[in-house]
Each structure stands twice: as structure tokens, then as C-alpha cells.
């Protein structure tokens, strides 16, 4: 079997062979590419990628070809069909639904060899993109439009028009599909929607392989008090929400630090004047403006990018994993801290409900009641005794879940599916 995959980052073995550096991202990528069997199946790989420098090339590393994309929107398809025409792949799979390449491919590929699995769904997301933000309290409310693009980046409502904009390729893209695979019911609530007609799989994920191996979380080697949150770098992931909450949190545990994982570092430490203000996003600014000279500040830490290694030793260390998100399909990292062991308190957005059953496996809140994400955090600080049983059984579910051997047959099955249904 001949497998083509689209995915929209630099694949780390592509960037070391092409001589410059990858971000760290996709980890889950590249844990399921590890576990095919190459010698069985050849495996082309085209990375589409953004984040990337800007290169066109082929190279081969481990039996696994990859071949870098790096052209305009309009080119895209035309790129892709003498790329599919060249390859001739029994299976092509397209990595998310939220990119205008993902589209491009979809237009360009034999929909009866084609599935396209869900990353996120950017369609829902711009729908609440700004959930809990006060308008009166962004600089776009505050300063006439046309003085922003010197003082920002972006806005939140720039933010959400971008999104909304993505979402008109999604939609498309997933109307083409005759075949799409996803991780919850979430996943598969908004397939149905948007194309009733295309057949839905379930496949699992596999995380990071150091997610797998050495130690699990235990209370005795955690930092008491301390929250670890994966991310803030946009209003999706809900930041702003947690810091409503952690006012409730301090009034209990006055000890309390939250360490926060993602691309900026330390800038609740900037001035606010305008002049630093172009150096940041509006969100970026609602954010500073919350912390700055509060005394939230001296209680929240930010870490910047943090690789693999680095964010497992945050989920050890703390004593509890917060997701705040708007929304999320399905989160990753709600599954790495499952499988470490660490305590998760999490909004019930999206697909998590399919991750965490409440109060057995981590704790559950609606998005806008912070006082629940606030009783719950103090509930996980206060509750050392029955940790333990929580922690194992988050572990249970997530070794099942994320088992390596039992996702990549179901992956390899549903390519042996669509082969068979598109031969003569």
C-alpha cells in the first residue's frame, strides 16, 4: 500500500534533512509514523507548513519520502495534482480540515481514495472565538481603526474574521470528503452537519512517546498549589476566563503559582504604553492589562515554547492540569496529563466530555462558571488522599485510549477499507 499524507507542519526529520530547525509541534504525527510498518507500506509525506522557512525539496529519511510544499494559495492545487499524478498513492490522508492547502488537496485528489481526519474545527471556533471578552475592555473599542495597525499585530476581531474566513474552506473542504475520521462525538456531530453523506471513522491518537514512558504523576512529587496550563496564546484557550477564577483560587490557597506553557514569556513584565503595545496582539494586551500591577502578577509565570520533555516534567510538577478552552475537539493536552497521571480540571466543551468522565477521571465545569473552575481547583489541592485513585484511573483510560498497537490497527484498517471500496 502506497499512503500519501498532507500535514501542515515541517515534519522534524524533512527539517533536520533540509538544515534548518522545526517548532514543536505535531508530536502526534510523528508518534503515529513511527509506529508504521515502512518496510510494508511506502510512505510519501508532503508538508504544507506555515511555521516553516520557505522551502521546495525532497528528501528521504528511514524509507519515508518527504517532499516540502511551499507555494502560493492559488498554485496549491494545480501543486497537488502533478504531485498525486507522479506518486499515484493508493490512500491519501489529509491532516485537519482548518487550512487553505487542505482544500486545495481535497479539490485535487480522488475523493474515493481520500480521508480527511479532524485537528479542530475553526468554523466553530470563530462562532466563539471572543466567549467572556468584555468589548469595552479592547483597545479596538478604544482607539479609531485606523490607528491599530500601528499599535498592534492583530485584533481579537481581526482574530475571529480570520477564523470565520477559514471556516468557509473547512466547510468546503469537508463537503468533498466521502470519508473523514475524528476522535469524539464532537468530531462526529459536526461531520454529520456539514456532510451527511460522508462516511465517519473513529481513530484514536497517539501522543508524544515520552507521554508513555517513565514515571507517572504522584502527590508526594508534585509542587502543592501549583497549576499548569498548556497554553494562552489566543482567546480560544480561554486565559483570560482562568484569571477570573484565580482570584477565588488565591482567597483559599494564597501559595498558589500557575505556570503557563506556549510563545510568550514573562510579558505581564512589559510597560503598557503604546509604544510596547506594538509589539503585542490585542489579546496579548487584554492580558497584560489584567496582570500587570495586579497582585496576580507575583502568582503566574510564563515558560514560552516548550518542547516534550519539558512539558512532561510541568505535568509532573504540578499538582493539577487546567484546561480553560472556549472550545476544543478533542485535547491533547487534556490526554497528556491523563496519561502521566496528573489531575485535570477542565471546561466541558467541545469533545473533552469524551476524554474525562466527571469526578472519576478529572472534574468537569461549564466554560463561564468560574466559581466551578475555581471550587474545583481548591477541591483538587484539598483532596491529597483520594488523588491517587483519580490519577490511576485517568492513566487506565488514557493507556486504552492512546494504546499504540490498537490505534495504528484501526488507522491501517481504514485505509485497507477505503483501498478496497476505490479498486476496479
Not at 510512505?43 to 520557505?54: E, F, G, Q
Not at 475571529?160 to 462525538?185: C, I, N, P
Request: with cysteine; aromatic share 10%.
Amino acid at each position: 500500500m502506497k499512503i500519501l499524507w498532507l500535514v501542515n507542519i515541517m515534519m522534524p526529520q524533512a527539517a533536520a534533512a533540509f538544515g534548518f530547525s522545526a517548532l514543536p509541534q505535531g508530536g502526534w504525527i510523528e508518534g503515529q509514523l513511527s509506529r508504521l510498518d515502512t518496510r510494508t507500506h511506502q510512505m510519501v509525506i508532503c508538508c504544507c507548513s506555515d511555521s516553516a522557512p520557505a522551502y521546495e525539496g525532497q528528501c528521504e529519511v528511514n524509507g519515508v519520502r518527504y517532499i516540502s510544499v511551499s507555494c502560493s494559495v492559488e498554485e496549491q492545487e494545480t501543486r497537488f495534482r502533478a504531485l498525486l499524478a507522479a506518486e499515484q498513492p493508493d490512500v491519501v490522508h489529509v491532516f485537519g480540515t482548518e487550512y487553505p492547502h487542505c482544500l486545495a488537496m481535497m479539490r485535487a485528489a480522488d475523493p474515493a481514495r481520500t480521508v480527511i481526519s479532524i485537528q479542530g474545527l475553526v468554523t466553530a471556533c470563530g462562532d466563539v472565538y471572543d466567549s467572556a471578552l468584555p468589548p469595552d475592555r479592547l483597545l479596538s473599542h478604544q482607539l479609531p481603526r485606523f490607528l491599530l495597525p500601528r499599535f498592534h499585530l492583530r485584533t481579537v476581531q481581526e482574530g475571529k474574521e480570520a477564523f470565520l474566513h477559514q471556516g468557509k474552506a473547512e466547510r468546503e473542504s469537508l463537503r468533498l470528503a466521502r470519508y473523514v475520521m475524528g476522535r469524539t462525538h464532537w468530531d462526529r456531530a459536526l461531520t454529520e452537519l456539514f456532510n451527511p453523506a460522508a462516511q465517519y471513522f473513529y481513530c484514536g491518537e497517539l501522543l508524544r512517546s515520552c507521554f508513555y514512558e517513565g514515571s507517572r504523576w504522584s502527590y508526594d512529587r508534585c509542587r502543592p498549589h501549583t497549576i499548569f496550563i498548556s497554553q494562552a496564546s489566543y482567546p480560544i484557550k480561554g486565559f483570560h476566563q482562568f484569571l477570573h477564577a484565580l482570584p477565588l483560587i488565591l482567597e483559599r490557597y494564597p501559595d498558589t503559582q500557575v505556570r503557563v506553557g506556549g510563545h510568550w514569556e514573562n510579558y505581564q513584565d512589559v510597560p503598557s504604553s503604546l509604544l510596547h503595545r506594538r509589539y503585542r496582539d490585542e489579546y496579548q494586551d487584554y492580558l497584560c492589562q489584567q496582570i500587570a500591577g495586579t497582585p496576580l502578577a507575583s502568582h503566574i509565570r510564563f515558560l514560552g515554547n516548550l518542547d516534550a520533555e519539558a512539558m512532561r516534567t510541568e505535568y509532573l510538577q504540578a499538582n493539577v492540569f487546567v484546561s480553560c478552552s472556549v472550545l476544543e475537539n478533542s485535547s491533547n493536552s487534556v490526554c497528556e496529563a491523563q496519561l502521566l497521571g496528573t489531575p485535570v480540571v477542565s471546561s466541558n466543551v467541545g469533545g473533552i466530555a469524551d476524554l474525562v468522565e466527571d469526578g472519576k477521571t478529572g472534574f468537569l465545569y461549564p466554560f463561564h462558571e468560574i466559581h466551578m473552575l475555581a471550587y474545583y481547583v481548591c477541591h483538587v489541592f484539598e483532596k491529597q488522599d483520594s488523588l491517587q485513585e483519580l490519577s490511576a484511573a485517568a492513566v487506565a483510560m488514557a493507556r486504552k485510549r492512546h494504546d499504540p498497537a490498537q490505534v495504528t490497527r484501526t488507522l491501517m484498517s481504514i485505509y485497507q477499507a477505503i483501498m478496497e471500496k476505490a479498486a476496479p
